[in-house]
């Protein structure tokens, strides 16, 4: 059992659609990520928000935007996406502190773009 | 920026033997933090052991150890008596603490697929 947990796990979208991926996380963490994982590829980090304000988006495309209502959820929305972001999305959560502390991933969402 | 190498794309080993997965990282930093994560079909990614590069003792976790050599910028994973579960991707992956107000962030290496045969 993971204390993050990611919806949903399979994603089928054309490029005309808009959808979101969720992510919750049950740690009390204040920070949270998401990760690209793409065939043959590093993991890549796209956005980190702390405290719910964005930290850092890793020069990642406009058509993905993240959302973070509060230090338990995340969001990434998803709009005119291209066959090449077919990937695993994998969301994270850390408790930032100056002693760098783990950081926790959910089960990932698969995307396919068609 | 700091870079994570892993030079070995694919390993196997018998079930019950020992086996040690390489990695090499690059930074300029004294300060950080070094991470083992297994991903297993299931495409979970789980933390299998941390060091903290101030610590000279090797981290331990049950089966799984590290030999970290930080002159070497070497972090290498030992998994004693394998079993089948412990066929999965492994990544090495560094963390520089975060400064003021900043994130953590993961820094990982390309992977290396671990297949324990029976």
């Known amino acids: 059992e993971t204390g993050v947990t990611q919806t949903p796990r399979h994603l089928v979208m054309g490029m005309t659609n808009k959808k979101s991926l969720k992510c919750e996380q049950h740690l009390g963490h204040n920070a949270m990520y998401w990760y690209k994982q793409s065939a043959k590829k590093p993991l890549e980090l796209m956005f980190v928000?702390?405290?719910?304000?964005?930290?850092e988006n890793n020069s990642v495309p406009s058509r993905f935007s993240p959302e973070c209502p509060n230090s338990s959820h995340l969001f990434l929305h998803l709009h005119t996406l291209q066959p090449e972001d077919s990937a695993l999305y994998l969301c994270?959560?850390?408790?930032?502190?100056?002693?760098?502390?783990?950081?926790?991933f959910g089960e990932g969402s698969w995307l396919t773009v068609v | 920026a700091q870079t994570v190498t892993q030079s070995q794309p694919e390993m196997s080993v018998q079930e019950a033997e020992t086996v040690t997965l390489s990695c090499t990282y690059d930074t300029s930093e004294s300060n950080y933090y070094l991470f083992w994560y297994k991903q297993p079909p299931s495409r979970q990614m789980i933390l299998v052991i941390r060091q903290e590069a101030y610590k000279q003792q090797n981290a331990t976790e049950n089966r799984f150890s590290v030999n970290f050599q930080k002159a070497a910028k070497s972090f290498s994973l030992k998994i004693s008596d394998s079993q089948l579960g412990d066929t999965a991707m492994y990544f090495c992956?560094?963390?520089?603490?975060?400064?003021?107000?900043?994130?953590?962030?993961?820094?990982f290496g390309k992977g290396t697929k671990l297949t324990v045969n029976p």
């Open positions: 992956a560094f963390m520089k603490p975060p400064h003021r107000g900043g994130s953590e962030k993961l820094v």
């Open positions: 928000y702390n405290f719910k304000e964005q930290t």
């Open positions: 994270a959560s850390s408790q930032v502190s100056s002693t760098g502390n783990t950081i926790y």
